[in-house]
């Protein structure tokens, strides 16, 4: 591979001849060769970003040549559009604060300035440090790419969450006929429709969205300007104030102003806040897909009460078997979002002073976690929940041998009773009905208030009507009626 020679304050590096990078990112992939991977695309497109408006305001207050800001510019437009992402290097588990990232983004942006000026590579008519990185630190600039780059994606996200928020309430729609055995415990409860279910799950994601929508607010506060420390130093005293009508500018992301920069250099919670809301969209999407599994268990020998779309065979070696593989990728997805989620609280309570030094892998971890949801939920939606079917003939059947649908009779004979109902049902093989209706014929059953005896009549007409028990009220009257 040809190369070229660069030099920086430790001396000398061989460079890749071609590459748009320079001698500080080269360190950067000499000294953290850990894992192979590359930043995201939502972390080049945000850096690049902060790197065209600040070009934009230098020039504007007079500090910049036009000249040179115009071709910063140019290669910062370039970078945003996604021309240059294989130059982009440097791997997340890397020096602290993400010196090499900013690095890497300045390097780029001024060999690819140099170029668009008549230059070439390593020549650096542009310069990465005094040029490209005017204003700037690391410690302002990799805050507000994380802030830019979880609000660049924001959209997308809620937009496939209320796609599935939709979808599952059609399904809730669709389902709403269907009265079928509840469970609590994983056990035997009071009916419940199979739309009922679904409508609870519809909601409980609508509102993960509206709590990763209010998270979000807090992101739109930047801290570009504070530059090292918070202070401003070497930055103009506009350039906060303009930075951020600039970037809303170029961003159409609704933005503001740091109340205090030094908080927001200082503290990573905002981005810790999101995340949260993130896991907890992971921990309502697990919950969800394990239901589905168990509802979908079997067929022969498990529940077998939803139908889940067959997309591939299940299994190597056993013919006809089919598994809830779109569920399944759910789980292991929002397992990894959780894991993410770890990450980013971890590494947003160890900044000291006026600095956290783990952004890079907060950065990391949040784009993955936006990536993993989008693209984890669109599957499940499109090819699980969009496709699935209930199983009536099973879900009713469960229902009619479920014997603690003596729970409705409870007004009428009271608890104790109920539950001797339920023991020698299940001791018998008959229903709860069967059996206690043939009480009342014997006049076996007394009414709870223990006046007179429950009759036939009222024991049916509390049964006779399983959708009448999933919607409340007292079905089988109180005492005295």
């Known amino acids: 591979m040809s190369v070229r020679m660069e030099r920086d304050s430790l001396g000398e590096l061989e460079v890749p001849a071609e590459a748009l990078?320079?001698?500080?990112?080269?360190?950067?992939?000499?000294?953290?060769?850990?894992?192979?991977?590359?930043?995201?695309?939502?972390?080049?497109?945000?850096?690049?970003?902060?790197?065209r408006a600040a070009a934009e305001v230098n020039r504007d207050l007079g500090l910049l040549e036009g000249r040179l800001a115009g071709a910063i510019v140019q290669a910062a437009q370039e970078v945003i559009e996604g021309r240059w992402d294989e130059q982009f290097v440097v791997d997340p588990f890397q020096a602290g604060a993400g010196t090499s990232q900013n690095m890497n983004t300045n390097e780029v942006i001024a060999n690819r300035a140099?170029?668009?000026?008549?230059?070439?590579?390593?020549?650096?008519?542009?310069?990465?440090?005094?040029?490209?990185?005017?204003?700037?630190?690391?410690?302002?600039?990799?805050?507000?790419?994380?802030?830019?780059g979880c609000l660049w994606r924001l959209d997308e996200l809620l937009g496939v969450v209320e796609e599935l928020a939709a979808a599952l309430q059609q399904k809730a729609i669709e389902f709403d006929d269907i009265v079928k055995s509840g469970r609590t415990h994983l056990q035997d409860a009071v009916p419940v429709r199979l739309g009922q279910e679904f409508s609870g799950y519809a909601v409980a994601v609508r509102r993960d969205a509206e709590r990763i929508r209010r998270s979000a607010q807090g992101l739109r506060r930047l801290g570009i300007g504070g530059t090292a420390a918070g202070t401003g130093l070497n930055a103009h005293p506009e350039y906060h104030a303009r930075m951020v009508q600039r970037l809303a500018e170029l961003t159409g992301l609704e933005l503001f102003e740091s109340e205090n920069l030094f908080e927001s250099m200082q503290s990573m919670a905002d981005a810790a806040d999101f995340s949260a809301a993130l896991r907890t969209l992971a921990i309502t999407l697990t919950r969800i897909a394990n239901d589905f599994r168990l509802l979908a268990s079997g067929p022969s020998t498990g529940l077998d009460e939803l139908r889940l779309p067959p997309v591939q065979p299940g299994s190597s070696i056993?013919?006809?078997?089919?598994?809830?593989?779109?569920?399944?990728?759910?789980?292991?997805?929002?397992?990894?979002?959780?894991?993410?989620?770890?990450?980013?609280?971890?590494?947003?309570?160890?900044?000291?002073?006026?600095?956290?030094?783990?952004?890079?892998?907060?950065?990391?971890?949040?784009?993955?976690?936006?990536?993993?949801?989008?693209?984890?939920?669109?599957?499940?939606?499109?090819?699980?929940?969009?496709?699935?079917?209930?199983?009536?003939?099973?879900?009713e059947g469960w229902l009619a041998q479920n014997a603690i649908v003596v729970t409705a009779l409870n007004p009428l004979i009271g608890y104790a009773a109920g539950a001797a109902l339920v023991k020698e049902a299940?001791?018998?093989?008959?229903?709860?009905?069967?059996?206690?209706?043939q009480m009342a014929r014997a006049g076996q059953l007394k009414h709870r208030d223990e006046q007179r005896l429950v009759t036939p009549l009222e024991i049916e007409n509390a049964l006779s009507d399983m959708r009448r028990l999933t919607e409340g009220g007292i079905i089988g009257g109180g005492i005295g009626g």
């Not at 320079?22 to 497109?45: D, E, H, K, M």
């Open 21 to 51: 990078y320079g001698i500080q990112t080269q360190r950067a992939v000499l000294n953290f060769p850990i894992s192979g991977l590359r930043p995201w695309r939502a972390f080049i497109w945000s850096m690049a970003v902060i790197k």
């Open 114 to 148: 140099t170029q668009i000026l008549g230059g070439q590579v390593g020549q650096y008519w542009v310069h990465p440090n005094d040029h490209v990185n005017m204003a700037q630190s690391t410690n302002d600039t990799i805050p507000t790419a994380i802030r830019l």
């Open 318 to 395: 056993m013919p006809g078997k089919v598994n809830p593989v779109l569920a399944e990728m759910l789980n292991m997805a929002m397992f990894h979002v959780q894991g993410n989620d770890h990450t980013v609280a971890l590494a947003a309570q160890a900044g000291q002073l006026e600095l956290n030094v783990m952004m890079p892998i907060i950065a990391h971890n949040l784009f993955e976690a936006m990536q993993v949801i989008i693209g984890s939920v669109r599957a499940f939606t499109d090819k699980c929940v969009r496709g699935l079917q209930a199983n009536r003939a099973k879900a």
């Open 426 to 437: 299940l001791k018998s093989g008959k229903t709860v009905g069967e059996l206690a209706v």
